[in-house]
């Protein structure tokens, strides 16, 4: 064997394994969307069932309360279809997540800017006691946090929660897109400076476009941390402001466990940070390589 | 054009004193070339002078006004950095036009100016491109094209040729020269090349740890250095330093013990009156020795230690007991390694420095 087909081997020896851990990495997804998409018979069948016909009980049943997947009358009595909390829910999710990520995002690019170029007075304290919000586990804080989200009228909000995700969020953005800074030369906005540019307009012309790939990253990170998050929502809010993730955990108890709703809920939620992630995708990896390589 | 007056300016950095009082002077129309070792000083003078950098005391004077405390935009100045510092998002049309967008200047008007820089410059097929896509050589261009498109008052060049390869280098040399004789501009240029410095400056200021050592024409830097380190610096290679002890009336004993030899009187009379100890530091540049396989009247052995051949020239390194002196000729006579060999120097080029405080007394 010579040393082009060990080396062709050896690439095909690590597109097995990177297959087969592929296939481990996706075996949970698959799963959740075939319970979700099979019958209650056919999703507890013993073998597993490889092949079934596709049904949308279980994304019916999520989204409106009595439909238990089956429709008609039954004694004469019509079952009526009202509309679940869930779509409330994952309407708060999305609002939630997407308005705090925003916030966090920008805010962080803001804040990594200044922390990355300008001199701050105690800025490695500031830093620290940034960093140090993410420190403590979440349950810690959380009957003084209840207790002042009550007294101050956030309990239950949307408002109130997007808040907490935005600070929750800020810590790791501040890190973040200052690290990203870092790394954009600064002739860039210095050549700008000299050239008759204020400071605020070479920030904007010339050194937010070179942040971009950064707050995408930045971006896709706390999206994700937000949208999966658990423990706040679940005990800052009751009923109105509830995002799906805590609510769907809720219908483990009531009525037995509905397998199938939990994967039909756990399927939409993935598909929205799936999609996003996808369309940024590029800008994720490049995100993650960057400042891997210097010029 | 304007002229630029420094005077004691200092710039420390935490507890580092990047600048300390340092005075210059750069006259309208000229280059003056800040000439120092890296971490002299010359980049963060030059920043001063631009306002990125805010001095921590001492004035500079662009013009009649003092810019000390204005920013950036209002000082009229252009950069040029060592690496370029082009914007990578946009194409070299618009790197050039980026000072006269923020200016007010009407669209038609920029488009001449732009087109018009970028023919002098010979880039103008290169308008369309990012930067990404040409070479080193033709992104300073652009980035002096960028300077250059909105007259200002001052340019600074910060090592603009550093990061060019070696024949860019010497192109770019004769052409920055050219092209600041045809506009009459004002450069200020900090390099850390002597020999880019003896070319292009018509005034050079060597700055060391922050402090100015001397100031003249390149003839006057080159033939009387202010000091050890301004002969060794300037010059390639450097000024041969050996030992030396002046001997009342016009002797020098060099080495001491090595050859004694009687110095011109003009030398000779400066020793008399302005040496306090006879110990003292001969010098001698490169190409003020000669070298003979045969020896005769005042010539003085030596031993041959290594051999530089550089292409028309050849550098030879000869041993003297425990000195070194780097002679600098034409490539033809050959000479080898460990070969016995006899040398001789023009006398009047003779330098003299105290030992002590390494200042040049002739």
């Known amino acids: 064997m010579n040393e082009f087909q060990r080396r062709a081997l050896k690439n095909r020896v690590i597109v097995v394994i990177l297959v087969v851990l592929l296939c481990v990495y996706l075996f949970p997804l698959y799963w959740m969307f075939s319970t979700a998409t099979k019958s209650k018979v056919d999703a507890f069948s013993l073998p597993p069932k490889w092949v079934w016909r596709p049904q949308g009980d279980n994304f019916r049943g999520i989204f409106y309360v009595g439909a238990g997947g089956a ?12 509309p679940s909390a869930f779509l409330r829910q994952l309407g708060n999710s999305i ?25 701050v007075r105690g800025k490695d304290d500031l830093l620290f006691v940034i960093l140090s919000s993410r420190m403590l586990p979440p349950v810690v804080i959380a009957i003084p946090l209840v207790m002042m989200y009550r007294s101050l009228g956030l309990f239950d909000t949307r408002f109130g929660l997007i808040i907490m995700y935005t600070v929750f969020n800020l810590a790791f953005a501040v890190w973040m897109m200052r ?47 937000t949208w999966n998050e658990f423990t706040f929502s679940l005990l800052l809010t009751g009923e109105r402001a509830r995002t799906a993730v805590p609510s769907i955990a809720h219908s483990l108890g009531t009525a037995g466990v509905n397998w199938g709703h939990i994967a039909a809920g756990s399927f939409l939620m993935v598909l929205p940070v799936v999609v996003f992630t996808f369309l940024l995708g590029g800008n994720l990896i490049r995100g993650f390589t960057f400042g891997a390589i210097k010029e | 054009m304007a002229r630029l007056v420094i005077e004691n300016l200092t710039k420390r950095f935490g507890r580092v004193v990047a600048v300390s009082g340092l005075s210059l002077e750069a006259q309208s129309g000229t280059i003056t070339v ?14 001063c002078v631009a306002g990125l950098e805010h001095p921590d005391s001492g004035t500079i004077r662009i013009g009649e006004r003092v810019v000390n405390d204005l920013p950036p935009k209002d000082r009229d100045v252009a950069f040029v950095f060592q690496n370029f510092s082009l914007y990578p998002r946009y194409t070299v049309f618009e790197n050039i036009a980026s000072p006269l967008r923020i200016r007010n200047i009407s669209r038609d008007e920029i488009e001449r100016r732009v087109r018009e820089v970028a023919h002098f410059l010979h880039i103008d097929h290169l308008l369309e491109r990012r930067p990404i896509h040409i070479s080193g050589g033709e992104m300073q261009r652009v980035a002096i094209a960028r300077a250059l498109v909105r007259n200002p008052q001052l340019f600074l060049l910060d090592e603009p040729l550093t990061n060019l390869d070696a024949k860019i280098r010497e192109e770019m040399r004769t052409e920055l020269k050219r092209l600041q004789g045809e506009t009459g501009a004002t450069f200020l240029y900090a390099t850390p090349d002597q020999a880019e410095a003896l070319s292009m400056g018509d005034r050079i200021v060597v700055i060391r740890q922050g402090h100015v050592v001397q100031v003249g024409t390149p003839h006057e830097i080159y033939h009387y250095p202010r000091n050890v380190f301004v002969a060794d610096f300037v010059g390639s290679p450097g000024m041969n330093f050996v030992p030396a002890l002046f001997e009342g009336e016009g002797k020098l004993n060099v080495g001491p013990g090595y050859f004694t030899f009687e110095l011109p009187e003009e030398a000779a009379s400066v020793c008399r009156r302005t040496l306090k100890r006879p110990e003292v530091l001969f010098g001698i540049r490169p190409e003020d020795i000669l070298l003979s396989i045969q020896g005769g009247e005042g010539w003085y052995p030596a031993q041959v230690d290594v051999i530089e051949p550089l292409g028309v020239i050849q550098i030879v390194r000869l041993r003297l007991n425990g000195h070194v002196l780097r002679v600098r000729g034409e490539e033809g006579a050959s ?13 009047e080029k003779v330098r003299i420095f105290d030992r002590l405080t390494e200042e040049r007394i002739f």
């Open chain 1, 179 to 225: 690290s990203f800074v870092d790394d954009i030369p600064r002739e860039y906005e210095e050549a700008a400076l000299v050239d008759g540019y204020s400071r605020f307009q070479a920030f904007f012309k010339f050194v937010f476009p070179e942040m971009r790939v950064g707050m995408v990253a930045t971006a896709i990170f706390s999206l994700i941390m």
């Open chain 2, 34 to 47: 800040l000439l120092g070792p890296t971490g002299a000083g010359k980049t963060t003078t030059l920043r």
């Open chain 2, 335 to 347: 000479f080898e390694a460990g070969e016995r060999v006899f040398f001789r120097f023009k006398k």
């Open chain 1, 95 to 119: 609002v939630v997540s997407f308005v705090s990520t925003l916030l966090a995002t920008f805010l962080g690019a803001l804040s990594g800017y200044v922390f990355s170029r300008m001199r």
């Open chain 1, 71 to 82: 429709l008609g009358t039954v004694r004469g009595i019509e079952l009526k279809l009202k």
